[in-house]
């Protein structure tokens, strides 16, 4: 996500923001703007570049600055984008952010990086008050929370909105005065505030972002907290007391976020290399060389290759042009995309004792295809070796794995995963060894889909059986 306001190049920001964090999500994109009185938004079906071309960035910008043009004066005028990746709701047309909507006090935008574990329970609340639902999301919740009339009466409609909400929301809201930008009370996804050279000020999911467009990092959105980008500058409040257990994803650091990034303010290279150095300590093994499962597994892979004196040798090479194999939204997609994207080198390979590293095992099929191109490829020995724990536990806060029988390692042991995948050897970095090489402390970190420590019963959402009914009756 990208929120800028103020910036007449806002709209050129936000794309070259969202070209930065394509990592983040590739089914679809867009960037909504406002020009002081409404809002417009241009949503597409797939990357950055397709959705969102010269043209259409050239139309946004006419639009964003509309009163500029008409007034002759300073205007009111701001952006925010999205990149799509699918954990609650298809992969539809219908379902691209931002999303638009229009409501008794005008308009808002809205983008959302995470997954609420209460969208059902309130989706049925509002869909038994006659309420319609133009898209399958757990995002459009929200907009229907804030346009009813308990919020839109409160002190703070946004402030009482976010407080019905339970699971992980980075969130920024798009009105045509300002954007707000707000991160739940555990903190599950990175939000971070930048300001740009001119002094206009921005907030971004990844600081990578803030490189690209010549920002600097102000600070991250704290757990919490709701921030307002306006034409006075930046204001803060609270909407809830951060939780006492935070729940930063330490999964952003094994593979989501790009290396470049500080998450959580820490370096996410120097993070996977102390990983990598880490599985050297743990799982030491005489190798020709290490080799990294390319890309997300190439950070982990030099730091083991340092740590235990081993020459590190590419000999997997990747294809460019296809996307991150783990977020496509079906599995004949990854299988189809890991064939296209992974060549293997059989000068390099052949008749090698290998140590190869990768970021995470997760439903298994496309690393057991890894392997296998690797062994027709005359690899003598296979030590695979991955920079975190098994997954075991569906992730219900923004990571697509949310269901136990798509988990190789659920009620599976280690010895089992190393004989469906067909390598000599298989060991994970213990959950110790990950946090260990972690900025904080090990409890301010989500580690549920390793170990089942959920901050909100999943089975029993804070807002399902018993918050509810006393929300319900406000209606």
Same mark, same amino acid.
Not at 359 to 368: A, F, L
Not at 449 to 464: K, Q, S, V
């Given at each position: 996500?990208?929120?800028?306001?103020?910036?007449?190049?806002?709209?050129?920001?936000?794309?070259?923001?969202?070209?930065?964090?394509?990592?983040?999500?590739?089914?679809?994109?867009?960037?909504?703007?406002?020009?002081?009185?409404?809002?417009?938004?241009?949503?597409?079906?797939?990357?950055?570049?397709?959705?969102?071309?010269?043209?259409?960035?050239?139309?946004?910008?006419?639009?964003?600055?509309? !009163?500029?043009?008409?007034?002759?004066?300073?205007?009111? /005028?701001?952006?925010?984008?999205?990149?799509?990746?699918?954990?609650?709701?298809?992969?539809?047309?219908?379902?691209?952010?931002?999303?638009?909507?229009?409501?008794?006090?005008?308009?808002?935008?809205?983008?959302?990086?995470?997954?609420?574990?209460?969208?059902?329970?309130?989706?049925?609340?509002?869909?038994?008050?006659?309420?319609?639902?133009?898209? #399958?999301?757990?995002?459009?919740?929200?907009?229907?929370?804030?346009? =009813?009339?308990?919020?839109?009466?409160?002190?703070?409609?946004?402030?009482?909105?976010?407080?019905?909400?339970?699971?992980?929301?980075?969130?920024?809201?798009?009105?045509?005065?300002?954007?707000?930008?707000?991160?739940?009370?555990?903190?599950?996804?990175?939000?971070?505030?930048?300001?740009?050279?001119?002094?206009?000020?921005?907030?971004?999911?990844?600081?990578?972002?803030?490189?690209?467009?010549?920002?600097?990092?102000?600070?991250?959105?704290?757990?919490?907290?709701?921030?307002?980008? =306006?034409?006075?500058?930046?204001?803060?409040?609270? /909407?809830?007391?951060?939780?006492?257990?935070?729940?930063?994803?330490? /999964?952003?650091?094994?593979?989501?976020?790009?290396?470049?990034?500080?998450?959580?303010?820490?370096?996410?290279?120097?993070?996977?290399? =102390?990983?990598?150095?880490?599985?050297?300590?743990?799982?030491?093994?005489?190798?020709?060389?290490?080799?990294?499962?390319?890309?997300?597994?190439?950070?982990?892979?030099?730091?083991?290759?340092?740590?235990?004196?081993?020459?590190?040798?590419?000999?997997?090479?990747?294809?460019?042009?296809?996307?991150?194999?783990?977020?496509?939204?079906?599995?004949?997609?990854?299988?189809?995309?890991?064939?296209?994207?992974?060549?293997?080198?059989?000068?390099?390979?052949?008749?090698?004792?290998?140590?190869?590293?990768?970021?995470?095992?997760?439903?298994? #099929?496309?690393?057991?295809?890894?392997?296998?191109?690797?062994?027709?490829?005359?690899?003598?020995?296979?030590?695979?070796?991955?920079?975190?724990?098994?997954?075991?536990?569906?992730?219900?806060?923004?990571?697509?794995?949310?269901?136990?029988?798509?988990?190789?390692?659920?009620?599976? #042991?280690?010895?089992?995963?190393?004989?469906?995948?067909?390598?000599?050897?298989?060991?994970?970095?213990?959950?110790?060894?990950?946090?260990?090489?972690?900025?904080?402390?090990?409890?301010?970190?989500?580690?549920?889909?390793?170990?089942?420590?959920? !901050?909100?019963?999943?089975?029993?959402?804070?807002?399902?059986?018993?918050?509810?009914?006393?929300?319900?009756?406000?209606?």
């Amino acid at each position: 996500m990208v929120g800028v306001w103020g910036d007449p190049d806002a709209v050129q920001h936000c794309y070259l923001s969202l070209y930065a964090q394509q990592h983040r999500g590739q089914e679809s994109a867009g960037i909504a703007v406002s020009d002081g009185y409404g809002l417009s938004v241009h949503t597409g079906m797939g990357l950055v570049l397709d959705v969102l071309p010269g043209r259409v960035l050239d139309d946004l910008t006419k639009k964003m600055r509309a !009163r500029e043009a008409t007034d002759g004066g300073p205007a009111t /005028f701001g952006a925010i984008g999205h990149n799509r990746y699918s954990t609650s709701g298809g992969s539809q047309a219908c379902n691209a952010q931002p999303l638009l909507e229009t409501t008794a006090d005008g308009p808002v935008a809205l983008a959302h990086n995470g997954s609420l574990v209460n969208t059902d329970a309130w989706r049925t609340h509002f869909s038994e008050r006659g309420h319609l639902f133009h898209s #399958t999301s757990d995002t459009e919740v929200i907009v229907h929370l804030l346009a =009813s009339p308990e919020q839109r009466s409160a002190p703070d409609p946004v402030a009482a909105t976010l407080r019905r909400l339970q699971g992980a929301f980075s969130l920024l809201f798009l009105f045509p005065d300002r954007i707000e930008a707000a991160r739940d009370p555990w903190g599950w996804r990175p939000l971070v505030l930048g300001k740009l050279p001119d002094g206009r000020d921005c907030v971004v999911s990844e600081t990578v972002a803030l490189d690209v467009i010549g920002a600097e990092a102000v600070r991250e959105v704290e757990p919490g907290e709701i921030v307002t980008l =306006s034409d006075s500058g930046v204001s803060s409040r609270t /909407f809830a007391p951060p939780s006492p257990r935070l729940a930063q994803c330490v /999964f952003e650091h094994v593979y989501f976020a790009n290396p470049a990034s500080y998450i959580f303010g820490q370096n996410v290279q120097v993070a996977r290399e =102390s990983m990598g150095a880490k599985l050297a300590e743990e799982a030491h093994i005489e190798a020709d060389y290490v080799m990294p499962m390319p890309d997300s597994g190439r950070s982990a892979a030099n730091g083991y290759a340092q740590a235990s004196g081993i020459p590190y040798r590419e000999g997997i090479v990747p294809n460019r042009y296809v996307g991150r194999t783990f977020i496509k939204p079906t599995q004949n997609e990854r299988r189809a995309a890991v064939r296209l994207k992974l060549n293997v080198i059989s000068e390099i390979v052949r008749g090698k004792k290998l140590i190869v590293v990768d970021d995470s095992i997760v439903r298994g #099929t496309t690393t057991r295809e890894k392997m296998k191109q690797l062994r027709d490829a005359g690899a003598s020995e296979i030590h695979l070796r991955i920079s975190c724990p098994p997954i075991k536990h569906p992730c219900y806060f923004g990571v697509d794995f949310a269901t136990r029988d798509q988990l190789i390692a659920h009620e599976r #042991t280690v010895e089992e995963i190393r004989k469906f995948l067909g390598v000599n050897s298989l060991h994970f970095l213990s959950l110790d060894g990950l946090l260990s090489v972690m900025k904080h402390k090990p409890s301010e970190y989500c580690t549920a889909c390793f170990n089942a420590d959920y !901050r909100i019963d999943i089975e029993h959402p804070l807002t399902g059986e018993v918050v509810l009914k006393e929300q319900q009756s406000m209606f």
